[in-house]
């Protein structure tokens, strides 16, 4: 059918305008607006005009799509969208997926793809022995993102606590399971628990301590009480970057309880995680060598294009346990037992071969590379921090990560005037800023998030946040 190719020509010029626009973008992103709040029915009624009756022309279709995917899209490759966890892709990264596209590899069966399958398994080696697991006593899969790695930690607890889960699930149980994580978790947990059909009341939620940790003594309390109460303690989730204000949990502390008690210890490292790289805070992620896993996002601090992070364990045998099934329409096995068919490892089957997106990066710029990003990140939040309490402004959160939560004396506290100020900001299309909540107060959320955010980007916040504070007074 070669309406689907098109000609050799066709395809060579539509190749050719949509890189040009691409690079375009690419290149000239800090010059475009970031974007700002749009009504729904406006974005809706461009898009229902589009009714699939009409073949359109290539070049028109293409170009139309990527102006409006210009025009209605918050921009997070640029320098001044200092925003939730989205990065700006790093170039090899983009090729990556372009190249995974055109070949399309099947990650499903080994056989089908051995020299993507390995250098995935490679990749996942080399994180498990960053992170301090024992070369024998570790494993893992590429996910789809931290949600799916916080349901497959969830799914190998369930495995390795209740017996015959495989096959009865949690009919046979006589004990409920409790997962335990700090209020300041993410709230794929709570997901992952209603997917497995334990529901929301298993997770039990301890609130953080002053310094948005997850609160030890409290934790402690809780599973006794719930012990003494006939129930499973089954899981305790550390957070190692919490999505609001960054912190990190006393994993140490998590690990002991988890030893004490007999329970898994997952590390929710999904932005966090990659302080594994860094040449000296890779401390502030001391005790995650005890974990039994950690999910930790690609698609956050490691600057790729979405839909990729990693899951990680240290125990070699429980994925498969988990997810491992025979099919009448796969190839048997045959003479080579070290082959491991991605797919008895996930939750997925037909897979993308996600781990060329990091691979490639990785073989340009070496961990070396990274860590230069991750920590240059850091000195520039350390630099905003400075600025912020230069210009009388408060920051309220504590973190080595490069999340600044801050606010201005004369902001009210039970007021909606920092998310107004916030909302202003954000609809000049300058710059791309949060709130989030650091106790009874609202405070404005800075995430430096882009590798190209740099002084200019930070003096342009600076200017923005002192034009609408006056706004607001006046
Ligand atoms: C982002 C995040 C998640 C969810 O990850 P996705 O890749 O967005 O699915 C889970 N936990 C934490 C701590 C996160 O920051």
Known sequence: MKRFDGTKAEREALLQMTTDSLLEFYEQVSEHPIGTIWPQEMIASIVEKFDFETPQAGPEAIQELIENLKQYTIHTPHPNYFGLFNPRPNFPSILADLITAFLNPQLAAWSHAPYAAEIERNLIHQFCTKFGYSSTQQDGTFTSGGAESNLTALICALNQYIPDFNTHGLLKIQQLPRIYCSAESHHSIVKAARSVGLGAYSVIKIPASKDQCIDIPLLTQQIEK?????????????????????????????????????????????????????????????????????????????????????????????????????TAYMPKKGEQPKEIDPYVHSIQWSRRFMGLKLHLPLLLFGWKGYQEVIDGQMEQADLLRQVLIDEG??????????????????????????????????????????????????????????????????????????????????
């Open 226 to 326: 719930d012990q003494a109460a006939g129930h499973l303690p089954l899981m305790i989730v550390g957070t190692a970057g919490t999505t609001g204000a960054g912190a990190i949990d006393d994993l140490h502390a998590i690990a002991t309880l988890c030893e004490t008690h007999d329970m898994w210890f997952h590390v929710d490292a999904a932005y966090g995680g990659a302080l594994v790289l860094s040449a000296d805070k890779h401390r502030y992620l001391a005790g995650i060598e005890r974990s039994d896993s950690i999910t930790m996002d690609i698609h956050k601090w490691f600057s790729v294009p979405m839909g990729i992070s990693v899951f990680l364990t240290a125990n070699p045998t429980i994925l498969h346990q988990a997810f491992s099934v025979t």
């Open 393 to 474: 402004w408060t920051v309220h959160n504590e973190t080595v990560l490069p999340i600044v939560c801050f606010s201005h004396p004369t902001l009210q506290a039970k007021s909606d005037q920092t998310q107004k100020l916030v909302d202003g900001i954000v609809r000049t299309g300058k710059a791309w800023i949060s709130t989030y909540p650091i106790g009874e107060k609202l405070c404005l959320r800075a995430c430096i998030t882009n590798y190209n955010t740099d002084q200019k980007a930070i003096t342009d916040l600076m200017n923005l946040l002192k034009e609408h504070l006056t706004l607001q007074q006046a």
